[in-house]
């Protein structure tokens, strides 16, 4: 268990929906990173938050949005889904200080497929 | 061009091979360098890291940074089947903590 907590674990939804994966960062932790991961694409980063603030943005669609609470868990929004958008989210989390050289702690991921 | 680029494979060698493991990347500002270890339907996890240039070594594992030719390098001596997963380069650099991966590269060890 890596201390960061990703739920659900599975998530199978039709094209046109909205749906919300959450993430739960390590303890102590304030920086929360989402990456999508497909087949082709590879890991792609999305969006960072640190202590409830938007950070640095990725290469995140408009469709898709993301926010960091009180009490450091974050959610990401994804809308009117579309059949490409069937990947695995992977939530990551540092004490934003760090980062840069221990790198940081990835959830076990959110496999979402839309059909 | 993606600023980090790792060659997919797939690798498969036999048990006790010494495997070899490579990124390319092109943004000068890459100071961090790292390898991730995913194994199958979990998520990646930080297996080496290093600044700049260098070896750094941590058991079986040597990671290798040459910054003059912006090459990265995982090296696995007596590799294990437990060594089979998909291993990932990413690097960071600049004014933010973003981790730029490559696509990884998926070995398999074969007993």
């Known amino acids: 268990d890596s201390g960061v907590t990703q739920t659900p674990k599975h998530l199978i939804t039709a094209t046109g929906q909205r749906v919300t994966l959450r993430c739960s960062p390590r303890?102590?932790?304030?920086?929360v990173y989402w990456y999508q991961q497909s087949l082709d694409q590879g890991l792609q980063f999305l969006i960072q938050?640190?202590?409830?603030?938007?950070?640095a943005k990725g290469n995140i669609l408009e469709r898709f949005s993301a926010q960091q609470f009180p009490d450091l868990h974050s959610e990401l929004n994804l809308s009117s889904l579309e059949l490409g958008d069937s990947a695995l989210y992977f939530c990551a989390s540092s004490d934003g200080g760090s980062t840069l050289v221990y790198g940081y702690t990835f959830g076990s991921g959110t496999r979402l497929t839309v059909v | 061009q993606k600023e980090v680029e790792q060659d997919p494979g797939p690798l498969s060698v036999p048990e006790g091979a010494i495997v070899s493991l490579n990124c390319t990347y092109s943004?000068?500002?890459?100071?961090?360098f790292m390898w991730y270890r995913q194994y199958s339907r979990k998520g990646p996890e930080l297996l080496m890291y290093?600044?700049?240039?260098g070896n750094k070594e941590d058991g079986r594992f040597t990671a290798q940074v040459d910054k003059s030719s912006k090459y990265i390098s995982l090296f696995i001596r007596d590799s294990q089947p437990s060594d089979s997963a998909t291993y990932l380069c990413a690097s960071s650099g600049g004014s933010n903590y973003k981790l730029t991966f490559g696509k990884g590269t998926l070995l398999t060890v074969n007993p």
């Open positions: 303890s102590g932790d304030l920086s």
């Open positions: 938050y640190y202590n409830g603030e938007e950070r």
């Open positions: 290093t600044y700049s240039s």
């Open positions: 943004n000068s500002a890459f100071q961090y």
